[in-house]
């Protein structure tokens, strides 16, 4: 749009906004900061204020005084918006709050100690302050000119600014368009500025008078200002730097004065030269108020595309072009590696020295080191010389982030922030108060530091040269380790995927080093250096560090390490001393040895061209949080499952046992101690079936659970209210309510077995507990009326763990018949409880499909292995095993016994066979016919009604 001149004025009110509104608003803001600033507000809140105050401002008088009337751009209003919050309140906000704030307390500190602050040293502050802040905004605008002409000029530093003249129209908000770098780049004069020791007042007022200035040079407001044009970037001025022709955009670089853009720059002697520009860069053509148009190349793009998208490609604009720049490649490659490791050690120095914890320093510089790791790899790829890279495979940063958070947070959190922090105390206390430590006794604490960190990090690289080659030498140890060396693409984060153990064993190491009483200075340096070196090390980067890695560890180096057939090389984490000594022939220690050859390897740069392990440990159907699990699972496995088999059923059964007593004994009601053990005994034995399957064709589907569920509630719990009714008077269920009301006059009590220890009571009521559901269930079996009822429990199939709640209506009556009995001898409530809660536990575990083992116990508890047998189809083998809980009673020869004339059944009914460990198949021989379509509560009622049609 080519403008001479806007509409006329309908009112001499608007003559006055035009002329009057930007010195006023300018004025009034520094007026306002001072007089904040010295009534003690904050820094920050005074510039948050301002800065939403002008907004404000600026968008009302946009809408009442606008310099161009066009239509609304929704596109570019979302774009604006997205950049406020993904670029202004997250990057620059951070960025430039911590460096305006560092740039106040460091001028705060310097105005305090005048000998120490060049604008006190010079006198400055003795200036009348009006004067005192003009020449303050001449002084910061030099740097300020040149880097705004430098981003113009140089095409780095171009493909970073265009974003911000990417906008096809002026506006108040999109001043603030800008690229994540922005600040970084800018941000820096404010710091130098404040290093010259101004004073607060000063030093926010030169910032507001740059924010306010921005907001008004963007905005659409007819403004004008004859006169100020000469001295001041006035919004007209900054419309033609926004021009879309290029040679009126290389214009009007000032940025709080135009006193440089009138400097005949290029007629300098030897500086003219280098300029691009041959001319003075103050432009302001006679009879234009803006140019024909705005825009810089992106504004071209992106034009069918989402809000999100396009700043998603201004966001990633600069490194396109960065990689096309020559020097950029050989700068990442000679450059990369020294300036992140040297930046590391000194960064984490000057932290400690300024009083910051170890445990803050270490955070800081990791992230800061997988920053510049990744920062790298973005710049120069290794990828792209035709090394192949399988992020697919790995998991990608997900999982990364996983085992950073998990594997690193359990180990290291717990691990180094815990035992390496503690070191660092440790060390620092022993220092300060005995001084009799080695590194003292040593005398290396009165080296130079740099010679200290040297020898600190020798030692601490043979600790970890040997922690990281005994994971490959020991094939348990290396179970974890491959963890690590599974990943088959480079990345930045990639150093973090470990198992959880490698942590904790390489935090030992450190340990060991924090109690030499080295100082903590060295202590951070070491680390920092490990852990940029640990990022660069596994980023993508091509980084060559030539012959250094004679010494060093560098990024090639620990490639090759990662190299499918070169595993066990280069074991040093930091440096290649260790790896070049000859280990193996070495007396006593060359034959513990399973790598028989020195383990340096100097392989080409920048490294091979594939990494990983033959098999990955990563699949692509699972989610990162299974993948996790998984490898960390899975190099324990065997040990974890093994476990689990043995342990669950002796851990179960004391475990519910115990609480089932204390539950009791703190006056827990009875159903709500029975009901909390079913349930939690039901759940742990639903995961130990999905870990530990018995078998796979056992899987109970969610039909045949329901079903359980279903018998649970109206076989289990109503039969139980009506005995508890009935038959115990409403004082409990079980007998529970009739051993408490029997008491002191039970036998229990007149034979002093109260005297016994708890333990012997328990088991001793478990014991005649067994012998009452052993003749319940043997009855069951042998009087033929009965079988039909008990053969509802006998037809699944199957066996899981909810099957032992499949019973007919009739049997849990039948069941508290036998038990009650056990209640009229009188027993404590908690004793008598205690056996219930084992009972109930064991007879869900014996219909468990999970692979639990007893071995031994097999010959004292009836286990799932033995109650197997007792479900089996055959009719001969499901005559045996009637123990509910033990097998003491199945050992009896009852046909022996005046009973012999009673039994169907004369042999002893105890059967474990040694050749097999489950019959071939479960069930009875004529099966109750349900359909698989028929709800839960229909086949319920078919079970309820098997024995009558038996019957019938």
């Known amino acids: 749009m080519n403008m001479t001149d806007s509409p006329k004025p309908s009112s001499w009110l608007q003559i006055m906004a035009k002329y009057t509104l930007w010195p006023m608003v300018l004025l009034i803001s520094i007026v306002f900061v001072r007089m904040a600033i010295l009534d003690g507000w904050s820094e920050a809140v005074v510039m948050g204020v301002l800065a939403m105050g002008c907004l404000s401002l600026c968008h009302g008088l946009e809408a009442v005084l606008p310099f161009e009337g066009r239509p609304r751009d929704r596109k570019e209003d979302r774009l604006d918006y997205l950049n406020v919050f993904m670029t202004e309140l997250f990057a620059q906000g951070l960025f430039r709050g911590v460096i305006f704030l560092s740039g106040v307390v460091l001028g705060t500190a310097l105005s305090r100690r005048p000998e120490l602050g060049l604008w006190q040293a010079a006198g400055l502050d003795q200036l009348p302050w009006v004067v005192e802040f003009m020449l303050a905004m001449v002084l910061i605008d030099l740097p300020l000119y040149w880097q705004h002409r430098w981003m113009h000029t140089l095409r780095g ?62 905005a659409n407001i007819d403004l004008r200002t004859p006169g100020f044009d000469l001295l001041f970037p006035t919004p007209r001025l900054h419309r033609f730097h926004h021009s879309r022709d290029p040679a ?10 135009t006193v440089w853009d009138h400097m005949p720059w290029h007629r300098f002697p030897f500086l003219g030269r280098f300029m691009a520009f041959q001319h003075a860069t103050w432009f302001a053509p006679q009879g234009r108020l803006a140019p024909a148009g705005y825009g810089s190349d992106l504004a071209d793009c992106g034009a069918e595309e989402s809000a999100l998208a396009t700043w998603w490609r201004h966001t990633k604009h600069p490194v396109a072009v960065w990689r096309e720049l020559p020097w950029v490649p050989r ?59 399988h992020p697919e495979q790995d998991g990608g940063w997900t999982l990364d982030l996983l085992h950073l958070g998990l594997s690193e947070g359990v180990g290291h959190a717990v691990a180094q922030a815990g035992l390496s922090l503690a070191g660092l105390w440790l060390a620092g206390m022993v220092t300060m108060d005995g001084g009799l430590v080695p590194w003292t006794l040593l005398g290396l604490d009165g080296l130079p530091l740099l010679v200290q960190l040297a020898m600190a990090m020798l030692l ?61 200075e060295v202590f951070a340096m070491a680390q920092a250096f490990a852990a940029t070196n640990g990022a660069m090390q596994h980023c993508g980067a091509d980084l060559r560090i030539g012959r250094l890695d004679a010494v060093f560890a560098g990024p090639s180096t620990h490639r090759w390490h990662h190299a499918r057939d070169l595993h066990d090389r280069n074991f040093g984490p930091n440096l290649t001393v260790w790896d070049q000594v000859p280990w193996h022939r070495l007396p006593l220690v060359g034959s513990l040895l399973r790598i028989q050859h020195t383990t340096f390897f100097r392989g080409a740069e920048p490294g091979p061209a594939r990494i990983g392990l033959e098999e ?11 993948n996790w699990f998984h490898q960390v699972v899975n190099p324990f496995r065997p040990l974890v499952l093994g476990a689990i088999r043995w342990l669950s059923f002796p851990v179960l059964v004391g475990g519910v ?17 029975v009901l909390l053990a079913l349930l939690g005994v039901v759940l742990v034995n639903v995961g130990l079936e999905r870990v530990i399957p018995f078998r796979e064709s056992w899987a109970s589907d969610r039909a045949e659970t329901q079903t359980d569920l279903v018998h649970l509630f109206l076989s289990g719990l109503a039969p139980h209210v009506i005995v508890a009714a009935l038959i115990s008077l409403g004082a409990g269920i079980s007998g529970v309510g009739l051993a408490s009301v029997v008491g002191n006059m039970g036998l229990w009590h007149r034979l002093g077995l109260t005297g016994l220890p708890v333990v012997a009571q328990v088991c001793l009521t478990v014991v005649l507990l067994d012998f009452c559901l052993y003749w319940h269930h043997r009855v069951m079996h042998e009087v033929p009326f ?30 508290n018949l036998f038990v009650v009995v056990l209640g009229a001898l009188g027993m404590e409530p908690t004793v008598f409880v205690a056996a219930q809660a084992i009972s109930l536990t ?111």
Request: net charge positive.
């Open 157 to 218: 530093l171009w493909s970073v600014h265009t974003v911000h003249h990417s906008s096809q129209r002026l506006a108040a908000i999109s001043g603030i368009r800008n690229h994540l770098l922005s600040p970084l780049m800018t941000a820096s004069v404010s710091l130098a500025f404040g290093a010259l020791g101004p004073s607060v007042d000063l030093f926010v007022a030169v910032h507001a008078w740059i924010v306010v200035k921005g907001w008004l040079q963007h």
């Open 248 to 257: 009126e955009s290389a214009r009007n670089f000032g940025i709080l004065t």
């Open 331 to 389: 700068m990442v490659r000679s450059m990369g590696w020294p300036v992140g490791v040297v930046g590391a050690v000194l960064l984490a120095h000057r932290l400690v020295v300024v009083g910051l914890g170890p445990g803050l320093v270490a955070a800081v510089v990791a992230a800061l080191g997988v920053a510049w790791a990744g920062a790298l790899q973005w710049l120069h790829p290794m990828d792209s010389h035709g090394h192949a890279s």
């Open 460 to 520: 601490l690289d043979l600790g970890l040269y040997w922690q990281h080659r005994l994971f490959h030498e020991i094939p348990p140890l290396w179970e974890t380790h491959q963890v690590h060396h599974a990943v088959r693409s480079y990345g930045p984060t990639r150093a973090a995927r470990h198992h959880p153990l490698s942590p904790i064993v390489t935090t030992a190491v450190w340990m060991g080093f924090a109690l030499l009483g080295a100082p903590v």
């Open 616 to 626: 990955p440990l990563v699949s692509s159907s699972e989610s990162a949080l299974v």
């Open 657 to 673: 046992g115990m609480g089932a007593f204390v539950a009791i004994a703190r006056s827990v009601p009875v159903p709500l101690v």
């Open 786 to 815: 009965l079988w039909p009822i008990h053969e509802v429990h006998h037809a699944p199939e199957t066996m899981t763990g909810t099957r032992v709640l499949r019973n007919h209506p009739v049997g849990p009556l039948l069941t």
């Open 842 to 952: 064991v007879g869900i575990l014996q219909h468990s499909n999970a692979d639990l083992r007893l071995g031994w116990l097999d010959q004292v508890f009836c286990g799932p292995r033995m109650h197997r047998w007792h479900h089996s189809a055959a009719e001969a083998e499901w005559d045996h095993n009637f123990g509910s809980i033990t097998t003491l009673w199945d050992r009896v020869p009852w046909h022996w016994t005046p009973l012999r004339p009673l039994l169907r059944l004369r042999r002893v009914s105890l059967l474990l066979p040694r050749d097999r460990v489950a019959p071939d198949a479960l069930g009875i021989t004529e099966p109750i016919h349900v359909e698989s379509y028929h709800p839960p509560v229909l086949r319920w009622l078919r079970h309820a009604r098997h024995p009558f049609r038996r019957a019938a």
